[in-house]
C-alpha cells in the first residue's frame, strides 16, 4: 500500500514537473516569436537610408575633432530622415570607389558636394542646389597670380574630380584643356589634405579645387594661401541616386523643397557658410531619361576601351615593377647592415637599432612614406621640389623593408649551431670568412621562405605609393574604373599583381631547390 501511494505520489510530481515544463516552453516560444517579429515591425516602421560621402570633404562631409561624422550635406541628410522617420546611415567611401558602392547597394545615394556636370547620364539626379566653382589655390607668396601664369606649373588636383574633369574631360573648353597642357605636370592625389601638403613643402605650386572646399581650407590653414579670382569652371552639386532610382530621389526631393519653403535648408547652410552658393528652386527640372538615354548612345561612353585601358595599365606596370625592383636594391643590402648591428656587442648601437626596428614595425607604412616626404619640409624647412616624390617612394619602402628583412637575417644567422663557428676557428678561418663561406650561405637557406613571404608583400605594398601622388598601376586601375564605372580595370590589376607575384614564387622557388644541397 505504502509502495502504491509512493509511486502515485511520484507519478503525481512528474506530471507537474511535465506541466511547468510545457508552460516554459511555451512562454519561451511566445517571447521569441514576440522578440522576432520586432525587428520586422521597426524595420517597416523605420527604413533606413544610407548615404555615401567622403570623409575627408570639408565642410560637405568629414570628421570633427570628437570623432562624428559632421558637415554641410551630412545636416540636410539628417533633416530628410527626420522628416521622413527614416534613420540615416553615414557611409564613409573610396570616392574611385563610389560609383562600384551605388550599384552595388551598399549605398542609397551619393551626397557629397557631388557634382552634376559631365555626370549627367550616369545617376538619377536631384536638381542643383547648390552652385560651384572650379578655383585655384596657391601659396600666399606665389608669383602665380592669373591662370596663365600656370604654364610650366604643377598642379593638382583630387582624383576624379570635378578639377580633373575640368581640365581632362570631355567636356571640358579647349581653353582649359590648352591651359592643362600647359602644365609641367597635372598630378592627382587622394584627399585634399594631400593636395595642401604638397603645396606647402614646394612640390606642387597649385590647386585646382571646388570654391566651396578651398574657402573652407584656407580659412582653416590660417594666412598661408590664396584663391586666384580668375575661375577654371563653374557647375551645381546635385545628389546622386542610382539610375532608375526615381522613387528615391523624388521623395528625396520633395523633402528638400520644403525645407527650402520653411527656411530650414537655408539656416542649414547659413551655418556652413554656403548661404551665398544656394541654387535649389522647385523651378528646376530634372535630366530627363530619355536625352539622357540617347546621349548616352551618342558618345558610346558606356563600354569599356580596352586598347586604352591596357594602355595606361602598362604605364602602371612600369611604375610599380621600378619601386618593386629598387626596394629590393635597396632594403636586402641594408636589412643585413642592420642585422650586424642588431647583433652587435655594443649595448648603446643594438638598442638604437632594436628602436629602429620597433618603431618601423609599429607603424603603418603609409605614415612612413609620409614622414619620409613631407618631414624635411616641415622638421627643416627644405623645398626638395617636385623631383624628390620619387626619391620619398624609394627611401620609404627601403627603409621600412629593411626593418623586416634584418629581423629576418637575424633568425637565420642564430639558426645555425655554434658548433660551426667552432669549427671555423679551430680551422684558422676569420670571422669574416667564416661568415662568408660557412654562415651565410646557411643562413640564406633558412630566410628564404620567410624573405619569399616579405618579397610578395612588397609586390602588392606599391600602390601605396599613390598617398605621395605618385600613380603606379592599382592607381591608374582605380582612376579607369572610377571613370568608366566598371570594375573590369581592378581585375586586370589584380591579374597583374597574381601574375607578378606567381613569377616571384616560382623564381624564389627555383633558388630553393638550387641550395637544397644545404641540408
Request: aromatic share 12%; proline share 3%.
Amino acid at each position: 500500500m505504502r509502495q502504491n501511494k509512493k509511486m502515485s505520489n511520484l507519478k503525481a510530481k512528474n506530471n507537474r514537473i511535465r506541466s511547468l515544463i510545457g508552460t516554459a516552453l511555451i512562454f519561451s516560444m511566445i517571447v521569441s516569436m514576440f522578440l522576432c517579429l520586432m525587428p520586422i515591425t521597426a524595420y517597416a516602421e523605420k527604413q533606413t537610408f544610407t548615404v555615401g560621402f567622403d570623409a575627408e570633404f570639408p565642410p560637405y562631409g568629414y570628421k570633427d575633432a570628437s570623432g562624428e561624422y559632421v558637415g554641410f550635406d551630412l545636416d540636410l541628410a539628417a533633416e530628410v530622415c527626420k522628416r521622413s522617420n527614416w534613420e540615416l546611415v553615414k557611409q564613409p567611401i573610396d570616392w574611385d570607389s563610389k560609383d562600384m558602392e551605388l550599384n552595388s547597394g551598399a549605398i542609397d545615394c551619393i551626397w557629397n558636394g557631388f557634382t552634376i556636370n559631365g555626370r549627367e547620364d550616369k545617376y538619377t539626379w536631384s536638381t542643383p542646389y547648390i552652385d560651384n566653382s572650379q578655383v585655384v589655390v596657391v601659396k600666399k607668396d606665389s608669383d602665380i597670380n592669373k591662370l596663365s601664369d600656370l604654364e610650366g606649373k604643377t598642379v593638382v588636383v583630387q582624383a576624379d574630380s570635378s578639377a580633373l574633369a575640368a581640365f581632362t574631360g570631355e567636356d571640358a573648353t579647349d581653353e582649359n584643356k590648352k591651359l592643362a597642357k600647359s602644365f609641367a605636370e597635372l598630378q592627382q592625389t587622394a584627399d585634399y589634405n594631400s593636395a595642401f601638403l604638397n603645396l606647402e613643402s614646394g612640390m606642387v605650386q597649385a590647386i585646382c579645387m571646388d570654391v566651396g572646399i578651398a574657402n573652407y581650407q584656407t580659412a582653416k590653414r590660417g594666412d598661408k594661401f590664396r584663391i586666384l579670382e580668375e575661375k577654371v569652371s563653374s557647375e551645381k552639386y546635385g545628389i546622386g541616386f542610382k539610375l532608375g532610382n526615381d522613387t528615391l530621389r523624388d521623395k528625396v526631393q520633395e523633402i528638400l523643397f520644403d525645407m527650402k519653403s520653411d527656411g530650414t535648408f537655408d539656416e542649414i547652410a547659413k551655418k556652413w557658410n554656403l548661404e551665398t552658393s544656394v541654387c535649389l528652386s522647385a523651378d528646376d527640372k530634372y535630366i530627363d531619361k530619355e536625352e539622357t538615354s540617347s546621349s548616352s548612345q551618342k558618345t558610346d561612353d558606356s563600354g569599356i576601351k580596352f586598347g586604352d585601358m591596357f594602355i595606361q595599365l602598362a604605364d602602371g606596370m612600369k611604375s610599380t615593377i621600378l619601386i618593386f625592383v629598387l626596394t629590393l636594391l635597396f632594403s636586402m643590402p641594408l636589412g643585413l647592415l642592420l642585422t650586424f648591428i642588431r647583433m652587435s656587442r655594443f649595448k648603446i648601437i643594438q638598442m638604437i637599432a632594436k628602436l629602429y626596428i620597433s618603431i618601423i614595425r609599429g607603424t603603418p607604412l603609409m605614415l612612413q612614406l609620409l614622414v619620409v616626404c613631407y618631414g624635411p619640409y616641415y622638421i627643416f624647412g627644405w623645398e626638395l621640389g617636385k623631383g624628390y616624390r620619387f626619391y620619398a617612394v624609394i627611401i620609404g619602402f627601403s627603409l621600412n623593408y629593411a626593418a623586416y628583412f634584418a629581423e629576418i637575417f637575424r633568425a637565420g644567422i642564430q639558426a645555425v649551431p655554434n658548433g660551426q663557428r667552432e669549427a671555423a676557428s679551430i680551422l684558422g678561418y676569420s670571422n669574416a670568412q667564416t661568415f662568408r663561406k660557412i654562415i651565410f650561405p646557411q643562413m640564406v637557406k633558412h630566410v628564404l621562405p620567410p624573405v619569399t613571404n616579405e618579397i610578395i608583400t612588397l609586390v602588392k605594398d606599391t600602390s601605396l605609393a599613390f598617398v605621395l601622388a605618385y600613380t603606379e598601376i592599382f592607381t591608374i586601375a582605380k582612376q579607369i574604373a572610377a571613370a568608366q564605372t566598371n570594375i573590369i580595370p581592378l581585375f586586370a590589376a589584380g591579374l597583374f599583381y597574381y601574375v607578378f607575384n606567381f613569377i616571384v614564387a616560382f623564381v624564389m622557388s627555383r633558388i630553393e631547390k638550387k641550395l637544397s644541397y644545404y641540408k
